[in-house]
């Protein structure tokens, strides 16, 4: 089978780098997962990413996002709006992507060294923040009350929606759980959860501990991938 039948989808943080290879029919071809700095796995990527696939998906860590209703959304100016609500370097890359189900598009930032070298070696690239994954994924949860987070980077996403109604999407600092607690507090307070009736969702990896924790405040926590 030609590889460029294929597709790739990575996922970069700041502990390294992981990768899957899916075949035309969905199979899952190889995985592999690698620690290294972020600003590695561009050069360590290069062996795999030359040889070329029908698309590519990177999924990265970013706090520089925020979402605009459609009927206010220009595509002509996309840097604008995000320029509002975040600072942005230079040579930040500024993306929109369309979100139909919620009526709303998400303006985000690829970090320019990011954008420059996966682009370089690679087509058909397309860059998603991990917020969007997030916001995509809620959808599938069956509860009326949806509140969903994950934890990478120091940093804790958090989305909440009820029932197909997104109610809120941000990301926060949080370099230990005590401040993650915080913040999962703030957001269901903000939104009218009651969390002894809320099903708390963590998507990614969710250590017995944090588990336990976070336990002691919602009805139950559960991970999705």
């Not at 999924?59 to 942005?88: E, I, N, Q």
């Amino acid at each position: 089978m030609s590889a460029t039948q294929n597709r790739i989808t990575i996922q970069l943080d700041l502990n390294g780098y992981s990768f899957t290879i899916y075949g035309r029919n969905g199979a899952v071809l190889s995985q592999e997962s690698h620690s290294c700095p972020v600003d590695l796995s561009i050069e360590e990527l290069t062996p795999v990413l030359k040889r070329q696939y029908g698309a590519v998906s990177v999924y990265f860590t970013t706090w520089k996002y925020t979402l605009v209703p459609l009927h206010l959304f220009s595509k002509d100016s996309p840097r604008a709006y995000l320029a509002a609500v975040r600072d942005l370097a230079e040579e930040d890359v500024v993306q929109a992507l369309d979100m139909p189900s919620h009526k709303a598009a998400m303006v985000y930032a690829v970090p320019g060294h990011l954008y420059k070298g996966i682009s370089a070696l690679c087509r058909n690239v397309r860059f998603y923040p991990m917020a969007y994954v997030l916001i995509d994924r809620i959808s599938s949860i069956q509860d009326n009350n949806r509140l969903l987070v994950s934890f990478t980077d120091g940093m804790l996403h958090s989305v909440a929606a009820e029932r197909e109604r997104l109610l809120f999407a941000n990301s926060f600092p949080a370099a230990d759980l005590a401040t993650a607690e915080y913040f999962i507090m703030s957001v269901t307070k903000e939104v009218l959860f009651n969390p002894e009736h809320t099903v708390l969702h963590v998507y990614g990896r969710l250590e017995d501990r944090v588990r336990e924790e976070l336990s002691k405040y919602f009805s139950s926590v559960r991970q999705i991938s």
